[in-house]
Each structure stands twice: as structure tokens, then as C-alpha cells.
């Protein structure tokens, strides 16, 4: 049984440039969910996708931010024109909506620096 | 709007000792409460949650949770703690019509002293 994996782990990369992180949900899991926790502080919601839909999105999720999960299983997120603020550790989770109660397993997260 | 409280950034205890890690929530309708830990370079892992009926909530390493409506609490404790306890603790809380967006407090990190 294979939980939340994310990849990268870690991505530095220079103000300005693109990155993009991918989230692989625990198979069948049918919600999927993007979080960001910088330093001494829980993590902030960011967006949320039921299969292929994306039903929701945070005011922390700017237009640099988008969020894809083209065929309702992986997700990616992509940050263009990155800046110094966005230094934090992107989380993913993903559940499976039974009955109006999930339970969300998160992934180890992905660190992103920005210099 | 929906916000999460927990006044102790940092928690030291001896090993073998009960700990009490203290969260707040407000809301202006009913609640789903969580607890979720996180250990070093690892994700969050659900402890224990509450969404109806008994107060007293038990989850996982001995560790349980008690619903206090009045006060607006949910409490974390375990009688006897261990050093493999040593983590980030985060208490969240969701709406029942909003299930999917929880929201978490800022964390206390708990140190077991040997």
C-alpha cells in the first residue's frame, strides 16, 4: 500500500523562473489537495480537486499559481515567475469522499527555495 | 470565519510523563475537530478526530482528545509519553457543509526529554 507521494522533495531555484511540483494521490482516492506550510506555522489550503475538477481555490492561490489533474488521479502545481515569497513546503493530500467524511493522508511534502 | 488557536509554540516534558497539548477553535456553526502530528521530514499523519457524539476521542500511540463545546477546546493529551513522541503537532478544524477545507492552527512542537 503506497501513500502520498510527492517529487520533488526539495527544488531551489532562482527568482523568476517556473517550477513545477507533482502529487501522485493513494490510487483510487478520488479528492485530491493542495496545502502550503512555510516555517512555524500549520499548513494554508490552496486549491482542491474532486477526479478532474477543480472545485476549489484559496485567495492565497495567485494567478502565477495553477493547479492541474488532467486525468483525476496525478496533480501538478506550477508557480511561474517565482518570488522569495513563495519560499515554503508545498503539501498534497488526497482522500476518498465516502458518506460526507474523508479523511485527507498527506505526502512528505515538496521544499521550495527561492534565491 | 473559522480560525484555530494554540497558545503553546513549544512544549517540553520528560519521558514517561502526561502531556496536555491545549487548542482553541471559533467557529459560528458546529465543527469537525483534528489533530494531525508530524514528525521530522515526514508528512502529516492523522492522530485522532472528532465529528459527532462522544466527546472523548481516543486515537492512535495513546493519544486522545476531549470536545469541550462551552470552551471552544479540543485538547490533546496522553498519560505517559515517550521519546518517539517528539513532533509537530497541529490541531485543524472543518465545517461539516465545507468538509474539505480545513483549517489548521500554527502547531506546538513537543520535546520528550530523556
Known amino acids: 500500500d503506497t501513500g502520498v507521494s510527492q517529487d520533488p522533495r526539495h527544488k531551489i531555484t532562482k527568482r523568476g523562473q517556473n517550477v513545477t511540483f507533482r502529487c501522485d494521490p493513494i490510487s483510487e482516492h478520488n479528492r485530491l489537495y493542495w496545502y502550503r506550510q512555510t516555517l512555524g506555522q500549520g499548513p494554508e489550503f490552496l486549491t482542491y480537486f474532486q477526479n478532474e475538477a477543480q472545485l476549489e481555490k484559496s485567495r492565497l492561490l495567485s494567478d502565477r499559481f495553477s493547479a492541474e489533474r488532467p486525468k483525476g488521479s496525478f496533480s501538478t502545481l506550477e508557480i511561474q515567475r517565482t518570488e522569495q515569497g513563495d519560499s515554503a513546503m508545498y503539501l498534497c493530500?488526497?482522500?476518498?469522499?465516502?458518506?460526507?467524511?474523508?479523511?485527507?493522508?498527506f505526502g512528505p511534502g515538496t521544499r521550495l527555495t527561492v534565491l | 470565519a473559522q480560525s484555530v488557536t494554540q497558545l503553546d509554540s513549544q512544549v517540553p516534558v520528560f519521558e514517561e510523563a502526561p502531556v496536555e497539548l491545549r487548542c482553541n477553535y471559533s467557529?459560528?456553526?458546529?465543527?469537525?475537530l483534528f489533530w494531525y502530528v508530524q514528525y521530522p521530514n515526514q508528512g502529516l499523519q492523522l492522530l485522532l478526530k472528532y465529528l459527532s457524539g462522544s466527546t472523548l476521542v481516543k486515537g492512535i500511540n495513546g493519544f486522545e482528545a476531549e470536545f469541550n463545546k462551552s470552551q471552544t477546546s479540543f485538547h490533546l493529551r496522553k498519560p505517559s509519553v515517550h521519546i518517539s513522541d517528539t513532533a509537530e503537532y497541529f490541531c485543524a478544524v472543518s465545517e461539516p457543509t465545507s468538509y474539505d477545507k480545513v483549517i489548521f492552527g500554527p502547531g506546538t512542537s513537543l520535546s520528550v526529554i530523556p
Open positions: 467557529s459560528s456553526v458546529s465543527v469537525y
Open positions: 493530500a488526497s482522500s476518498l469522499l465516502l458518506a460526507g467524511t474523508d479523511t485527507q493522508y
